[in-house]
């Protein structure tokens, strides 16, 4: 996981700099595609592949897309054996934490800032570590972090989304 950590802030923080409105927009159809399917382990999973293939893409950096290819391949195949015995209140519970986090990594990319985009992708590698490791709060329980989504989701303009600042989970 430390080297997940290390790519996935580098592709991050590039996407941040070097992010095209067409990566926008793919970034933005990955997060709703994942969004519909939050109840579907598989499905939802493909989505977040994409996700992170998307935000690798974007930071025009190939050898990031390189191995954000392999990283994420084998951190699939973790999570997947980990969660698929989970009922399925867990699981869609699991899944919205998931979305949340790539919401906010990227909203700081599509605001061009680099940092927040660091700072999300930290909060999204605890939780899969967290995940992975079994010692993520109950979700089930309300242990959870509250889920808002915000009405700017399907912004389809340049530039970052209005609205909704990295606050907008607590």
């Not at 970034?27 to 293939?53: I, M, P, W």
């Not at 025009?60 to 699939?76: F, G, K, Q, Y």
């Not at 909203?107 to 940092?115: F, S, T, Y």
């Not at 309300?142 to 889920?147: A, D, I, Q, S, V």
Request: glycine fraction near 6%.
């Amino acid at each position: 996981l430390e080297y997940r950590h290390i790519n996935d802030r580098g592709c991050a923080r590039l996407a941040a700099i070097h992010h095209t409105e067409e990566d926008a927009a793919a970034l933005q159809k990955t997060l709703a595609g994942s969004l519909e399917h939050v109840d579907s382990l598989l499905s939802f999973q493909e989505y977040d592949v994409a996700f992170h293939n998307a935000l690798a893409k974007a930071s025009h950096n190939t050898l990031a897309s390189m191995i954000n290819d392999v990283i994420v391949r084998l951190n699939t195949d973790v999570f997947m054996e980990t969660v698929q015995t989970y009922p399925p209140e867990r699981l869609r519970e699991i899944n919205m934490r998931i979305y949340q986090t790539h919401y906010t990594i990227m909203e700081a990319v599509l605001a061009h800032d680099p940092d927040g985009a660091d700072q999300a992708v930290t909060a999204m590698v605890q939780l899969f570590q967290d995940i992975v490791h079994g010692t993520e709060a109950d979700l089930t329980r309300g242990g959870g972090l509250p889920f808002r989504q915000p009405s700017s989701f399907l912004h389809t303009g340049g530039g970052p989304l209005p609205g909704a600042p990295l606050s907008a989970w607590s």
